[in-house]
């Protein structure tokens, strides 16, 4: 036998016509051209031969000459014990589109047999699904990992929904910005006549209680007592990643003043190795009243400073 038509639809030798229905409805979306743009040529062959075994298969009397004869006999028509007066079998790509439009009604969701057109044109992807990724600034600082339990929609071999739930690993990188997109190709939900489609979570980044995010900057609001801001205060920061920054201010803080501190910011994800910086914006504390005392040593330092 030249052809096994049964292998290739992956029945056994004395299958049903639901077990035949049930195989091509699983193989032919697996295999139909339009859904395998890298590996064009080979689905193209798949599929016509998928599609073969099953118009000769589902047909009592060509499988009947086929389990007898086999397939060469049967393509030649020259049928034993007669030796010939039979039509030879042919099939060709027209053939398989038809039979796939019956099940699947074409690659526009038409309504199967008389519906709009054969083939032409590719099976929709069902919308993504999209879901928000709630991340704190550390996370975002030093980066992360997440297990992710999540639910959808799914077709089985017949076309029927049903939900299922799988837990996905996220990667979370250093850097990551509010508003990043993490693709899963295929998980989403799958609707009949349709591709499944892409689940996708989208960075949310959560407010904290000392830091500000900006670009690729940590803004920092800092209070400072007027003594402070003219006299210099040596700053104690915790940083995202935990560690303690100690910062020295020396020069006079005038009121709006801002300390830049380089390469103490975010990570920057599509530059390993290099940060944003650290910006320290001062808000002076002014004493709320002054004694007759301390007003005259005020004036009486200050007129020496400007002599």
């Not at 693709?183 to 904290?208: A, C, M, Q, R, Y």
């Not at 995202?240 to 910011?265: A, F, T, W, Y």
Request: contains cysteine.
């Amino acid at each position: 036998m030249g052809v096994d038509y049964y292998n290739i639809l992956k029945v056994s030798r004395n299958a049903t016509e639901e077990d035949l229905k049930k195989s091509y409805k699983k193989m032919a979306m697996k295999w139909h051209p339009d859904k395998n743009a890298v590996n064009t040529t080979e689905a193209e062959a798949k599929f016509k031969q998928i599609s073969e075994a099953y118009d000769v298969l589902s047909d009592p009397k060509k499988r009947q000459i086929y389990d007898l004869y086999g397939d060469e006999v049967l393509k030649s028509g020259l049928y034993p014990p007669n030796g010939g007066g039979g039509r030879g079998f042919k099939f060709d790509s027209r053939d398989a589109a038809d039979i796939f439009e019956e099940f699947f009604g074409g690659l526009n969701g038409g309504k199967g047999k008389g519906g709009s057109g054969r083939g032409g044109g590719k099976l929709k992807k069902a919308a993504p699904l999209e879901n928000k990724l709630s991340c704190s600034l550390e996370e975002l600082y030093k980066g992360s990992k997440r297990k992710m339990k999540i639910s959808r929609t799914v077709l089985d071999d017949s076309g029927n929904p049903s939900t299922i739930e799988e837990i996905l690993a996220i990667t979370i990188k250093p850097g990551w910005k509010n508003g990043t997109k993490i693709t899963f190709p295929e998980k989403g939900n799958h609707e009949p006549g349709s591709t499944p489609g892409d689940l996708i979570f989208i960075v949310d980044e959560k407010p904290h209680p000392i830091f500000k995010r900006n670009g690729n900057d940590l803004v920092v609001n800092q209070k400072i007592s007027l003594l402070d801001a003219l006299t210099g205060k040596t700053l104690n920061l915790t940083m995202l990643d935990g560690r303690d920054l100690s910062i020295q201010v020396s020069d006079i803080v005038k009121p709006g003043h801002e300390m830049v501190i380089q390469n103490e910011g975010m990570p920057i994800s599509k530059e390993p190795g290099k940060n944003g910086d650290l910006r320290i914006k001062f808000d002076i504390k002014f004493p709320s009243r002054l004694s007759v005392e301390q007003k005259s040593d005020l004036r009486r330092v200050f007129s020496r400073s400007t002599d």
